[in-house]
Structures are given as structure tokens and as C-alpha cells.
T-cell receptor
Framework: AQKITQTQPGMFVQEKEAVTLDCTYDTSDPSYGLFWYKQPSSGEMIFLIY??????QNATEGRYSLNFQKARKSANLVISASQLGDSAMYFC??????????FGSGTKLNVKP | DAGVIQSPRHEVTEMGQEVTLRCKPI?????LFWYRQTMMRGLELLIY????????DSGMPEDRFSAKMPNASFSTLKIQPSEPRDSAVYFCATGRSNQPQHFGDGTRLSIL
């Protein structure tokens, strides 16, 4: 069963604008974690932001914020003030049962100058 | 702190040869994951270990693939015999329970 769904294979955004990358998840476990990773063209996987299922507030890390809507089972990534260096693949992931990670299929973000 | 270290970074070999990929986790991390990434299938979890014990190897594609973690500081992923369809980027990632995974730089494997 699909655990993580990213419905946007590709996105374009103008430099300096904000962009939202969608992620929905499926679990019946009350305890889980949600993560976003960035994979630039160089190939490495870079951890961006984490949200725990019991966290009351949305996570923020610099220009990244996670719009966590528990009832809708969504964990969208918001990037504010996009930069050219933000062009990359972005993966949403869920930690389940404290050890197993599920990754979405990714969204390719292109930032236009 | 040193991150997850994978070797080799690149490997090109002929089909039928044995391939061994290596991973050194971040010190103190008790979980280790092997992933395979291809354009067609995206990021696939092959196997993961917790405290050096294999927990779930359901993602290992077939018997040609095997993974070991003899101690907390070393893991190997072996393919024997290798086939062209095994060509992919193989990532090792490590973490502590309930914490984000940290990825190595990956091994780009090409089987001719």
C-alpha cells in the first residue's frame, strides 16, 4: 500500500517567490515522523526538516516550513523566497514503527531566474 | 563529525562479476538502511538493520543480493553475480530510532 504520495512530478517557481510541495501520507499508527529531503543534481540526499506526529506546532527551518495538517494526513513543504540553488528533487518521507522509512516518488522543482 | 561514508563512489564492472558496496555509519547511529535509486523505480528500500540485526529485507530484489552488518561501524551490500539491470545509485543511510536518516553520497554502479 502506498504510504507516501507526492502528486507533483515537477514544479516551476519564479525566483524569490514561495512554493508549496505537496505530500500526503497514510498510516494508522498514532506515532510517526515526517521528513523532507532535497536531492540536487549532484546526487546527495540532504535532510531539510522534520515533523513529529505529536508536535503541536508546524516545524520551521530557515526558509523551509512544514504545513502539517494531521486530520488531512498532509505534510506539505513550503519554501519561501526561492533561490536558484533550490532547484532539485524533493522527497517526502515518513518514519513508521520507529525504524522503517517510506519515501515518496519525489517532486522536481525548477526555480526560474 | 564525519558523515556516512560509502565506498566506492563509482563502480563499473562487467556482468557476472561480484560487486561489494561498503558503508561506514555515523558513530552512535543504531539503524542502517540500504537504498537503491533508479529513474524508473525511484528510491527503493532494500534492507535495514537495527543494532546490527537485519530487521526487514523484503526489499532485496533476489538471492543475488545479500547484506551484512558484522559490527556497529561497518556494513556491506553484495551482488553476486551482477546483471546490467542492477545498475543504479546505491545509498546507505543511518540514524537513531525516531530520528532523520543521514545519507551517504551513494555508490554509482554500472554493470556492462
Amino acid at each position: 500500500a502506498q504510504k507516501i504520495t507526492q502528486t507533483q512530478p515537477g514544479m516551476f517557481v519564479q525566483e524569490k517567490e514561495a512554493v508549496t510541495l505537496d505530500c500526503t501520507y497514510d498510516t494508522s499508527d498514532p506515532s510517526y515522523g515526517l521528513f523532507w529531503y532535497k536531492q540536487p543534481s549532484s546526487g546527495e540526499m540532504i535532510f531539510l526538516i522534520y515533523q513529529g506526529s505529536y508536535d503541536q506546532q508546524n516545524a520551521t527551518e530557515g526558509r523551509y516550513s512544514l504545513n502539517f495538517q494531521k486530520a488531512r494526513k498532509s505534510a506539505n513543504l513550503v519554501i519561501s523566497a526561492s533561490q536558484l540553488g533550490d532547484s532539485a528533487m524533493y522527497f517526502c518521507a515518513m518514519l513508521h514503527n520507529f525504524n522503517k522509512f517510506y519515501f515518496g516518488s519525489g517532486t522536481k522543482l525548477n526555480v526560474k531566474p | 563529525d564525519a558523515g556516512v561514508i560509502q565506498s566506492p563512489r563509482h563502480e563499473v564492472t562487467e556482468m557476472g562479476q561480484e560487486v561489494t558496496l561498503r558503508c561506514k555509519p555515523i558513530s552512535g547511529h543504531n539503524s542502517l538502511f540500504w537504498y537503491r535509486q533508479t529513474m524508473m523505480r525511484g528510491l527503493e528500500l532494500l534492507i535495514y538493520f537495527n543494532n546490527n540485526v537485519p530487521i526487514d529485507d523484503s526489499g532485496m530484489p533476489e538471492d543475488r543480493f545479500s547484506a551484512k552488518m558484522p559490527n556497529a561501524s561497518f556494513s556491506t551490500l553484495k551482488i553476486q553475480p551482477s546483471e546490467p539491470r542492477d545498475s543504479a545509485v546505491y545509498f546507505c543511510a543511518t540514524g537513531r530510532s525516531n530520528q532523520p536518516q543521514h545519507f551517504g553520497d551513494g555508490t554509482r554502479l554500472s554493470i556492462l
